[in-house]
């Protein structure tokens, strides 16, 4: 079946623009995770999801960055007014239920912020 | 704060032979653990997991030792294939942070045929 999914595969902005980032999980899986990947290092928690709620945003670095999930699918990571040092590749993974299940990961988003 | 990391940034090995790949944890309060595997341009692949209450679990060509007495991990990996050739991240899951895994830094595995 369908992998997680995620949009665009690369995105070039100037510093200070708005960007957008999009993941649709697997079909039925319920929790939904955002994480951050930089340049030859490991993987920063961003925020989860379980449904629609996010229990968890103390991975977002600054009030900058936000981030929603509609329908239990669909998920959008907003980054406003972009810097330099938000270069990197954005993950989003989901998993079938809560804790103690894998996540799966989608092939990311890779941000270049100009 | 406590974190996971790995003791060989990067494991060379000649194809056939077996890898082990190893990873320190300090957080005794993990209960979850993972081993994913990532190929260049594509997000991490889940490999295998395994639960505090396991010391071994087995997959196909692939072996996850836990360690709880020195909170250290394993990846074994036999009959080492080019394809093999990745980084691997262990990662690790507190028992109260919903499911929230925290990563380590990765170790690279080369296969030379």
């Known amino acids: 079946g369908a992998g997680v999914s995620q949009s665009p595969s690369n995105k070039v902005t100037e510093k200070g623009k708005d960007v957008e980032l999009r993941c649709d999980p697997i079909s039925g899986h319920t929790a939904l995770y955002w994480y951050r990947q930089s340049l030859g290092q490991g993987l920063e928690f961003l925020i989860y999801f379980q449904g629609n709620s996010a229990p968890d945003k103390s991975g977002l670095p600054s009030d900058r960055f936000s981030a929603e999930r509609t329908g239990g699918s669909v998920s959008t990571l907003t980054i406003q007014r972009t810097q330099q040092e938000d270069s990197a590749v954005y993950l989003c993974a989901s998993s079938l239920k809560g804790a103690g299940s894998p996540l799966h990961f989608g092939n990311g988003t890779r941000l270049t912020v100009t | 704060g406590e974190s996971v990391g790995l003791h060989l940034p990067t494991l060379s090995v000649q194809e056939g032979d077996n890898s082990i790949i190893n990873c320190a944890y300090s957080?005794?309060?993990?209960?979850?653990f993972i081993w994913y595997k990532q190929e260049s341009g594509k997000g991490p692949q889940f490999i295998i997991d395994?639960?505090?209450?396991?010391d071994k679990r087995q997959g196909q060509r692939v072996t996850v030792l836990l360690n709880k007495t020195v909170k250290h991990l394993s990846l074994q990996i036999a009959a080492t294939q080019p394809g093999d050739s990745a980084v691997y991240f262990c990662?690790?899951?507190?028992?109260?942070?919903?499911?929230?895994?925290?990563f380590g830094g990765g170790t690279r595995l080369m296969v030379k045929p």
């Open positions: 395994i639960r505090s209450n396991m």
């Open positions: 990662a690790e899951k507190l028992n109260n942070a919903g499911n929230m895994l925290t």
């Open positions: 957080n005794s309060a993990s209960d979850y």
